[in-house]
T-cell receptor, first 115, second 115 residues
């Protein structure tokens, strides 16, 4: 079975500060890992993904995440927060499943950006 | 051009009623999904269809019945609505097939409120 744990349901940073959203996963098979962002009253948008290859992955809007197998982590970072980054962020895991992939989501982290 | 669309966006109804949510994708995908996001923002998969065949059915009450008339559509019908069905329902789609990862694209969501 696979699972995802997001530490911190609420994170608040100042504009221009480092953003760090934590995600730890559990998987008995090689995982595929994702970060999705959900702006208020909108659907989910893929920020970035790790499938295979380079462990540091870059996504949209200046976000990046590093897959660390030894720590079973996939933390999301951004060097400098912008007001427009305020949103709910979801980490998710799946495995190479053939016909269909079942995404297992974490409980989300609400990011607030203070001026 | 909307890739994954859902109708309606908002749905308010009384307990005991029957309602449907429609989903359409124009991405040429052959796998579609329904997810439920509860009031605490927790996202969980409900169903997945591949080429109109049910692939995933995640312990969902049989009051929920998905229907896929073709690969581009996956509708969700809910009978005898209960208060606990109030949530945001997201449709998603992806390609299928072995050998590569199947990114899921999400619709904007349908907010269902049962009174």
């Amino acid at each position: 079975a696979q699972s995802v744990t997001q530490l911190g349901s609420h994170v608040s940073v100042s504009e221009g500060a480092l953003v760090l959203l934590r995600c730890n996963y559990s998987s008995s098979v090689p995982p595929y890992l994702f970060w999705y962002v959900q702006y208020p009253n909108q659907g989910l948008q893929l920020l970035l993904k790790y499938t295979t290859g380079a462990t540091l992955v870059k996504g949209i809007n200046g976000f990046e995440a590093e897959f660390k197998k030894s720590e079973t982590s996939f933390h999301l970072t951004k060097p400098s927060a912008h007001m427009s980054d305020a949103a709910e962020y979801f980490c998710a895991v799946t495995s190479y499943g053939g016909a269909t992939n079942k995404l297992i989501f974490g409980t989300g982290t609400l990011l607030a950006v203070q001026p | 051009d909307t890739a994954v669309s859902q109708t309606p966006k908002y749905l308010v109804t009384q307990m005991g009623n029957d309602k449907s949510i429609k989903c359409e994708q124009n991405l040429g995908h052959d796998t579609m999904y329904w997810y439920k996001q509860d009031s605490k923002k927790f996202l969980k998969i409900m169903f997945s269809y591949n080429n109109k065949e049910l692939i995933i059915n995640e312990t969902v009450p049989n009051r929920f019945s998905p229907k896929s008339p073709d690969k581009a559509h996956l509708n969700l019908h809910i009978n005898s609505l209960e208060l606990g069905d109030s949530a945001v329902y997201f449709c998603a789609s992806s390609r299928s097939g072995t050998g590569f990862f199947n990114e899921q694209f999400f619709g904007p969501g349908t907010r269902l409120t049962v009174l």
